[in-house]
């Protein structure tokens, strides 16, 4: 099963992790794979390591984690931690995240 979730600016300091901690306890079933659809890590506020060093205890409730880059995700190419691209394919649907759709947001911006 996938759980496909898309801008959660993790080290932002207004998510609320305990809530998020107790949704996915009480809703991820099994071996699970989990898709961050992009902006879901807050790199303009936090250092990427320190993100990752505090809300791994989320990631690791999944099988796996893939990582689609949204407009603020630019400089996460390549990152050790995930399987990155810029859209994922599933059988029958491709998920990418909302600012490919959005003429304010080009390819070549990171604002958004």
């Known amino acids: 099963m996938y759980y496909v979730v898309s801008d959660l600016h993790l080290g932002n300091p207004c998510f609320k992790k ?6 996915l306890h009480e809703h991820v079933i099994g071996k699970s794979k989990l898709i961050l659809c992009g902006d ?3 790199c303009w506020e936090s250092f990427l390591g320190d993100i ?8 690791d409730i999944f099988q796996s984690t893939i990582y689609i880059t949204g407009n603020h ?7 050790p931690w995930f ?7 599933l059988p029958g649907i491709t ?18």
């Open 95 to 112: 998920i990418s995240h909302g600012h490919d759709f959005d003429p304010f947001n080009d390819a070549h911006s990171i604002l958004g």
């Open 73 to 79: 995700d630019e400089t996460l190419l390549g990152v």
């Open 40 to 42: 879901a890590l807050e």
């Open 18 to 23: 305990d809530l998020f901690l107790q949704f």
């Open 83 to 89: 399987d990155t691209y810029d859209s994922y394919c």
């Open 52 to 59: 990752y060093k505090q809300h791994k205890d989320l990631l």
